[in-house]
């Protein structure tokens, strides 16, 4: 079985540039969560999707974040435009509901903003 | 909202020895989650153990959900063993996000 699939896996940009990032959950995953990962610290939530529909995104910076996921599959997560706090390791997880269950983690995305 | 505490932040142990992390959490959980972050930033499931005791090979874990605390139990510990674990839980009323602790950093000497 395929696991989580993201890419990029590294990205370098500017402040105020905008990036997104690709992930592709395991087949038949209805719960597709983004975490970011500030050096040192925990993965932190910052949105939920059950099927194309979203559970929450209470800890989204939603000035300059943006996420979807259309069909209920693969899902983007966008920031425009970057701030030098932003430089951080963005994780994607799915499972197969939304209560309970194990979360699986892709590789990660590991942003630097210069 | 719900706490996630983790013991010790930093372990150095030499090869072979044993360890125990620890886990607390100051709320009703519906999903407790250990896992192994390696060098290369990938978040490894280690257990997925609400309660109860779970073995897989020389890690083993133990969660007393009615005490709110998880244990994650290293034996004959190898180099390969080094980096972070973290322990996550998720809460009753919270949907399935997990809150994760701060980690454990554990470096395995040869």
């Known amino acids: 079985e395929a696991g989580v699939a993201q890419s990029p896996r590294y990205k370098i940009i500017e402040k105020r540039q905008s990036v997104a990032f690709w992930c592709n959950p395991i087949?038949?995953?209805?719960?597709l969560y983004w975490y970011q990962q500030i050096l040192g610290q925990g993965p932190k939530l910052l949105i939920q999707?059950?099927?194309?529909?979203?559970?929450?995104d209470s800890q989204l910076p939603k000035d300059r974040f943006s996420a979807e996921r259309l069909k209920g599959v693969d899902s983007t997560l966008k920031i425009q435009p970057a701030k030098l706090e932003d430089s951080a390791v963005y994780l994607c997880?799915?499972?197969?509901?939304?209560?309970?269950?194990?979360?699986?983690f892709g590789p990660g995305t590991r942003l630097l903003v210069l | 909202g719900i706490q996630v505490e983790q013991s010790p932040p930093d372990l150095i142990l030499q090869e072979g020895a044993n360890s125990t992390l620890r886990c607390n959490f100051s709320?009703?959980?519906?999903?407790l989650q250990w896992f192994h972050q390696n060098p290369w930033g990938q978040l490894i499931n280690l257990f997925y153990?609400?309660?109860g005791t779970k073995q897989n090979g020389r890690l083993s874990a133990t969660t007393v959900a009615t005490e709110r605390y998880s244990l994650l139990y290293i034996s004959s510990s190898q180099t390969t063993d080094s980096g972070v674990y973290f322990c996550a839980s998720a809460p009753y009323n919270q949907g399935g996000k997990l809150i994760f602790g701060q980690g454990t950093e554990l470096s395995v000497k040869p």
């Open positions: 087949s038949g995953h209805a719960t």
């Open positions: 709320d009703s959980v519906n999903n």
């Open positions: 153990i609400p309660s």
């Open positions: 999707f059950q099927n194309n529909g979203v559970v929450d």
């Open positions: 997880a799915s499972s197969f509901q939304d209560r309970g269950e194990t979360q699986y």
